[in-house]
């Protein structure tokens, strides 16, 4: 889905509204009534246009992030003065991309908002307030034998799992935020690798997060990045006079088990965000604006 996919559904929903009486009976008491749907309809709109703005923004960032980590391995070649034939040379490093670990807050608080103002539409079909969070809303059909809208239950370990990173993230952590590269020649062959930025698919136990956790004091060269794995290969040829080519030499670095790259985390969420407000949008139209109570 798009987001035009999601305005096309609003749009559905926003002309039936137009067409829908006031008075009595209705969840449309009044003039006012209805321009509250309508704001909760709009506001969804524009807190998913926000999520996927930052969604793009980090896309590009991951981009602009991988092409300065080429620049800074650069070519990798031999000192041109020794007495020794070298026969492998690194290079790698890491540097900050704060601005990533930003946009990703900036993604999940307007994704999170987004789920809340889409909640509204139902909420206020429920008599409830036009305040009314997702979670209370859950809370409520939660408990109801045959609640209305049951849609909604299906969606609460989505609802809850975004809800619990964004908290997490914007109010009690931050994301690490270091990328970097690693270049190897060995003999002739040159091998080079970026360090995808990737965070965990779900937000677990907090751990303390100090100086030397974040830029590897204390640790062993050899030992990875959290959250990554290393997959490194090479072919030497011997020849008649004994000596050896390398003829094939690749690194590579791929997320770990229960991690992702932070530009997929955020274009998966975004496309079950457009998803749910379409539903939302879709079932709520079933009501026909009557006030919804459990049976």
């Given at each position: 889905m798009t987001n035009k996919d999601v305005h096309d559904a609003a749009d559905t929903f926003l002309k039936a509204l137009d067409a829908a009486p006031t008075g009595a009976g209705t969840v449309l008491k009044d003039q006012a009534s209805k321009d509250w749907m309508e704001t909760s309809v709009l506001r969804a709109l524009a807190k998913v246009d926000a999520a996927a703005y930052h969604c793009s923004t980090v896309a590009h960032l991951v981009e602009s992030a991988h092409e300065k980590a080429k620049t800074l391995a650069g070519p990798v070649e031999y000192p041109s003065i020794s007495k020794l034939i070298p026969t492998k040379m690194t290079v790698?490093?890491?540097?900050?991309?704060?601005?990533?670990?930003?946009?990703?807050?900036?993604?999940?608080?307007?994704?999170?908002?987004?789920?809340?103002?889409?909640?509204?539409?139902?909420?206020?079909?429920?008599?409830?307030?036009?305040?009314?969070?997702?979670?209370?809303?859950?809370?409520?059909?939660?408990?109801a034998p045959k609640p209305p809208f049951a849609f909604l239950l299906a969606w609460a370990p989505w609802i809850e799992s975004l809800k619990a990173y964004r908290d997490e993230c914007v109010h009690y952590r931050a994301l690490r935020t270091q990328t970097g590269y690693k270049a190897v020649r060995r003999k002739g062959a040159l091998a080079m690798?970026?360090?995808?930025?990737?965070?965990?698919?779900?937000?677990?136990?907090?751990?303390?997060?100090?100086?030397?956790?974040?830029?590897?004091?204390?640790?062993?060269?050899?030992?990875?990045?959290?959250?990554?794995?290393?997959?490194?290969?090479?072919?030497?040829?011997?020849?008649?006079?004994?000596?050896?080519?390398?003829?094939?030499?690749?690194?590579?670095?791929?997320?770990?088990?229960?991690?992702?790259?932070?530009?997929?985390?955020?274009?998966?969420?975004?496309?079950?965000?457009?998803?749910?407000?379409?539903?939302?949008?879709?079932?709520?139209?079933?009501?026909?604006?009557?006030?919804?109570?459990?049976k």
């Open positions: 790698a490093g890491t540097f900050s991309v704060q601005e990533i670990a930003f946009e990703t807050d900036a993604f999940l608080a307007a994704a999170r908002a987004s789920i809340d103002f889409g909640g509204t539409v139902l909420a206020l079909h429920l008599g409830m307030n036009r305040r009314t969070s997702i979670s209370k809303v859950l809370d409520f059909l939660k408990k690798a970026i360090l995808p930025f990737v965070i965990p698919q779900e937000i677990g136990e907090d751990h303390p997060d100090t100086r030397a956790e974040r830029y590897g004091m204390y640790r062993d060269d050899e030992d990875l990045p959290e959250g990554l794995n290393k997959r490194e290969c090479w072919g030497e040829v011997t020849m008649g006079d004994g000596s050896t080519q390398v003829r094939e030499h690749s690194i590579s670095y791929s997320p770990a088990t229960g991690y992702i790259r932070v530009e997929e985390f955020c274009a998966q969420y975004l496309d079950k965000l457009r998803e749910f407000l379409v539903h939302v949008f879709e079932e709520a139209l079933t009501a026909k604006f009557t006030l919804q109570r459990p």
